[in-house]
């Protein structure tokens, strides 16, 4: 990247919509209310030749308090001063408020590079509004539409002169962007891959609302990078932070607060679940988040489940553990609900933490390379069938309508998560109880705890060529040795 763009603006005047156009990709969430966006989302841009990182910001509020809209406008202002460039964006339709007039000072103030756009500038509604626009004293206005696409390029011929200056020191020092979330294909490595720079350890913090998941990755970062406080509902976007944990190259995603889906009834709160239900299909590893004053709720079932049945390695951490009195209690407490409430992730570790105080977070990291590491393990056919064989001997399966049913070879087809087929005879008529014995004792005996372990039970068929023949072959021999008899 050459250099860094950063949006800023009142709500609502269309950041998001321009920020998606130039990475080609609906990253940041789009709506008519104002203040969809709260956090910074960084994303990686082309604009003909140009390539460069662009932030999107929080709508630019007056409040200056630590109220939610001052604690967003803040950070806001640090997105300004982290940027080469900002791109200061008006609407057109609207004209200048008294609110971008103050603005526009303190980017003067601020940033050394200011382009001024005059965005939803299709139609001649919106002609007063442009020209009224040179009154901020930003220099001349670009007309913008990001929602049409025009306008950009005449950004490009502002942007051009400056991307020179910054291609130098992009090469040294080149900020971190946004990834797409789509789908990871599947990767049939025999050892699990080390986490590297390049290919950093994909984690994903879910949990409900107020959990503490923005707080606790901003612990971990080493830095006030998400916006937090006690407000529930804050974070709307899946935000992704690449950073080196403890020697490991991780990239996080935080994602908004997920509430039972009778009481999601806002439209941005749904997109906002949607968003983060992707990011845990991209994610290798889910850290689902649990506050300790009331833990394993319905909907934290929901979430864990979520990420069992999406076959990601999954950790769970109890959150505001130092506010808590009994907790050894409390900890026999959580150990023997998980146990009971969610026995498909049978093993998994339980952390406790404080997002606040730090305390923990190297276990939940020990926690999470292990959880990544069984993710990732393959057991050798040879010892697979060895085991089988003891399986059976145990607990041989039923003969339902007196069929028996012969198990006869296993072996482990993919890893991420550990998938298993077993060719046998009859394999719609195994019981699913079956199966889970066998799944138990793939967990205990390969010590592979927590991770989902996907069983297949495959028929190996009838393999005879001239199965369906047998009436037909010899009746065309016989006229075939007739007709040469007829010879003689």
Known sequence: MSFTLAIVGRPNVGKST??????????????????????????????????FTVIDTAGLEEATDDSLQGRMRRLTERAVEMADICLFMIDARTGVTPTDMVFAE????????????????????????VIEAYSLGLGEPIRLSAEHGEGLNDLYSQLMPLADQYAEAA??????????????????????????????????????????????????????????????????????????????????????????????????????VSDGLRAVKFAEVVVVLLDAAIPFEQQDLRIADLAEREGRAVVVAVNKWDVEDEKQQKLRDLKEAFTRLLPQLRGAPLITVSAKTGRGLERLHEAIMRAYDVWNRRVPTSQLNRWLVGMLEQHPPPAPQGKRIKLRYM????????????????????????SRYLVNGLREDFDMPGTPIRLFMRGQGDKNPYKGKKKSTPSRLRKHLKGRNADF
């Open 106 to 129: 303190i980017l003067r103030k601020k940033s050394a590079h200011v382009i001024l756009a005059a965005n939803k500038g299709e139609g001649s509604a919106a002609d007063a509004g």
């Open 171 to 272: 090469q040294s020092d080149a900020p971190e962007v946004d990834i797409s979330l789509e789908e990871d294909s599947e990767h049939e490595d025999d050892v699990a891959p080390i986490p590297t720079a390049a290919k950093p350890l994909q984690i994903a913090v879910v949990g409900r609302p107020n959990a503490g998941k923005s707080t606790l990755i901003n612990k971990i970062i080493g830095e006030d990078r998400l916006l937090t406080g006690p407000e529930a509902g804050i974070t709307r976007d899946a935000i992704s932070l690449r950073t080196e944990w403890s020697g490991t190259p991780v990239r996080i995603f935080d994602t908004a607060g997920m509430r039972k889906k009778a009481k999601v009834q806002d439209k941005v709160e749904k997109l906002s």
């Open 18 to 51: 321009l920020f998606n156009r130039l990475v080609g990709k609906k990253l940041a969430l789009v709506d008519d209310q104002p203040g969809v966006t709260r956090d910074l989302r960084e994303g990686e841009a082309r604009l003909g030749d140009l390539r």
């Open 411 to 434: 072996t482990q087809a993919k890893t991420r998560p550990p998938g298993f087929v077993v060719m046998c005879s009859h394999p719609d008529k195994i019981p699913e109880s079956y």
